[in-house]
């Protein structure tokens, strides 16, 4: 933080945030910043959300502080979007800070525009907060660690919660950061601090929830691992996440470099209804987040010309793909010459590029594929109907052709109950968890199986629902027990 600087804090009500509020609070003269308070109410919790909303709106006015504020019914928003509480709660909090950084004040009427106190209207005006801090601790920064470490992650997940992200606004341009100052202070600390200073904060009653994954990391599984292996464990994970951040950075730029030269793109003979010079296309690279967010979209509208009559149906299949329609091609000679992890992670980057959801071991079989002898293989099948040709002098993606729709092959495969299974037939991933009956509001009825009545792993076929495959976390229009038999 910078003299200038407009820091909106995060508040919750609990131990962390509201230590980071009055340490900030401390600081501000010294760092000639203004600020003020934020917060956000998941209602998940009937009157004891409302009573943290309050309690954050009474330190604004204790300490004459703007407040920012809002809320959205999580449960309900969680059971129209088909995703868990959890998604929910987290995209509409940091959709509300995102929004509140270096923006000016909201149009009357406009129904996405977060919910301002009168204070935060008449004070906003034409500057905007540029910072909004957030009260992660290392203790979080280490149960992230074990959590991602769990259920299997390369670096970019145990790199887990990052100190500043950059947010942009609508032109792309950097406009402001979250940042998390106190990710190198214990959580002890900070409660120690606040009862020195007399100060109080609320408790959150699903915090003793061992229901939830966080929380037996967190009461269970730290405490065993310090108390039984490694005193400083805590601290030791959060500085693997930091190194892990580094390696991440350092090749993030290298794949970047290999984007732009070592990997090129080219639409499928059969895709080419204006043709391009040479037939080459050269694109940035991009990393998929969501096929919500999925650049691939504008860019396979943008790269395949404007098709007129019986073209018009192959044209929509593009626009609709989830996909990039584009092949790419790597030198095999230079790809087999590069040490292993320059491998993998060429391998990974255009399957983030193209929208294949690539596992740690369709990478593994690709790699193998490339150094087998010409004529051994002749096509690896990858999920969502992607191939990989190798010739003599490059190793090929070849995106789905889609001007034939046909059947998808018959598939099995076992379903442990909780657990997942990857299905790359459907290209897709089904998992399936007990969920506590008070946490079933925020999921849909129709995607819910009694679990006193499964026992084992279930079997799980080959489905159609229409023209789509339907896991069991997507927008499905069927119920999961019909989709399951």
Known sequence: MKAGDRVGVAVSGGIDSVALLRLILELRGKLGIVVSIVHFNHKLRGVESDADEQFAANLAGAHDLEFHSDGDDVARVATEEHVSVETAARDLRYGFLRDLIGEERPAEGDSHAPTLSPTTR????????????????????????????????????????????????????????IIRPLLAIRRRELKAYLLDLRQEWREDSTNADASFTRNRVRKLLVPLLE??????????????????????????????????????????????????PNGLVQIESAVRTSQSQNPHFSQNRAEVGHPTGHDANLRSKIDAAPWLVMNAAVDRLWFSGEPIAVQRRV?????????????????????????????????????????????AEEIVFLTPDLRSSSEPQDYECDLSLPGEVTI??????????????????????EQLLDAESVRGPLSVRNWRAGDRFWPAHTKSPKKIKELLQ
């Open 347 to 391: 391998v990974k980057a255009i399957g983030e590029q193209a929208g294949i959801p690539l596992e740690f071991k369709h990478i593994e079989a690709v790699l193998r594929f490339a150094v087998e002898e010409e004529g051994q293989s002749k096509v690896l099948s990858l999920p969502r109907g992607w191939k990989v040709s190798c010739s």
């Open 122 to 177: 008449q004070g906003r005006g034409n500057h905007g907060l540029n910072k909004i801090a957030t009260g992660h601790t290392l203790d979080d920064q280490a149960e992230t660690v074990l959590m991602r470490m769990i259920r299997g992650s390369g670096t970019a997940g145990i790199g887990a919660i990052y100190p500043r992200i950059a947010v942009e606004n609508d032109e792309g341009e950097v406009c402001g950061e």
């Open 227 to 276: 108390n039984e292996f490694n005193p400083s464990v805590a601290e030791n994970l959060a500085e693997l996440a930091e190194i892990a951040r580094g390696e991440e950075d350092y090749w993030e730029n290298e794949i970047a470099g290999w984007m732009g030269t070592a990997v090129h793109w080219s639409q499928p003979e059969w895709a080419r209804m204006s043709p391009q």
């Open 424 to 445: 790359d037939e459907a290209g897709t991933t089904i998992e399936a968890r007990e969920i506590p009956a008070t946490e079933q509001a925020g999921y849909n009825s």
